[in-house]
């Protein structure tokens, strides 16, 4: 065991944040993210949500200040109103990352172009709608 890394990260996701450089893109995904079919790297994390991955991811990594929006999150096209999980995001990024509150969002189709070219993508087992988050590091 390691002092200040939290249980949840497994040793994979620990290694993949260590080598991502300024600017490389880590997407969470829910459930029903593509996440195999689109992931350069894929990492598990399927017995927990979207916000206790990206809780534990934070701890670790710096989301980029050098850009308006670390942070991206996918819309929906066809009008329906944002996702609750979107309000615990937005309470856990105030809470470790207080400076850097820009999020973004881009349509469903965008978002998968993005993840594609992402460093990793972590699949979860999330199961809120459009849960999706898309990271883009920074430095320490």
């Known amino acids: 065991m390691l002092k200040g890394i939290p249980s949840i990260l497994p040793p994979e996701l620990l290694k993949i944040l260590m080598e991502m ?3 490389d893109e880590l997407v969470i995904g829910d459930g029903n993210f593509p996440a195999a079919a689109l992931g350069q790297r894929l990492v598990r994390c399927d017995g927990h949500g979207v916000p206790e991955v990206l809780d534990a991811v934070l701890t670790l990594m710096p989301l980029d200040f050098v850009v308006e929006a670390p942070v991206t999150l996918m819309h929906s096209t066809m009008g329906t109103p944002d996702p609750p ?3 615990e995001y937005r309470r856990i990024l105030s809470l470790r990352e207080p ?3 820009g999020i973004a969002t881009v349509e469903r189709y965008e978002f998968y172009e993005r993840a594609k ?8 087992g999330e199961t ?3 849960g999706n ?5 920074g430095v320490c």
């Open 99 to 101: 400076e850097h509150q």
């Open 128 to 130: 809120a709608m459009r």
């Open 117 to 124: 070219r992402a460093y990793a993508v972590v699949a979860t």
């Open 133 to 137: 988050i898309l990271l883009k590091k």
């Open 85 to 87: 999980v979107w309000e």
């Open 21 to 23: 450089g300024h600017g």
